[in-house]
Nanobody, 120 residues
C-alpha cells in the first residue's frame, strides 16, 4: 500500500521560509509524479506544484512560481517543497499526493497534510 507522509509545517512570519517534506513508501519512487496541494479555510484545494521523479521536470501554479521550489531525493523517497518569501495568503494545509498524474489520477494516495501559518 502506498503511504505519503508530510512534515515541516509550522508558524512563520511573512517573508520567512519553510521546507516541507513528503516521504513515500510502497511505491517505486524513481518513476512517479508527486503533486503538492494546499487548502485554505473556505477555499477549494489547489495544486501548487508537481514533480516527475524520473526526469525532474516540474510545474508550478502562478501564485507560487518564483517563490516555491519543488525537488526530489529519490534515494530517500522524498519530495521537498522549499517555500520562500511566504505571505499570509499562503496559510493553508499543505498536502502531497501521488503516484501518478501529479496526484490527480484514479490511483491517487494522499498524505494527512501539514499546517502552514504565515503571520503578517
Amino acid at each position: 500500500e502506498v503511504q505519503l507522509v508530510e512534515s515541516g509545517g509550522g508558524l512563520v512570519q511573512a517573508g520567512e521560509s519553510l521546507r516541507l517534506s513528503c516521504t513515500a513508501s510502497g511505491v517505486t519512487f524513481d518513476d512517479v509524479t508527486i503533486g503538492w496541494f494546499r487548502q485554505a479555510p473556505g477555499k477549494e484545494r489547489e495544486r501548487i506544484s508537481c514533480i516527475n521523479t524520473s526526469d525532474g521536470s516540474t510545474t508550478y501554479h502562478a501564485s507560487v512560481r518564483g517563490r516555491f521550489t519543488i525537488s526530489s531525493d529519490n534515494a530517500k523517497n522524498t519530495v521537498y517543497l522549499q517555500m520562500n518569501a511566504l505571505k499570509p495568503e499562503d496559510t493553508a494545509v499543505y498536502l502531497c499526493a501521488g503516484p501518478s498524474f501529479c496526484g490527480m489520477g484514479p490511483d491517487a494516495y494522499w498524505g494527512q497534510g501539514t499546517q502552514v501559518t504565515v503571520a503578517s
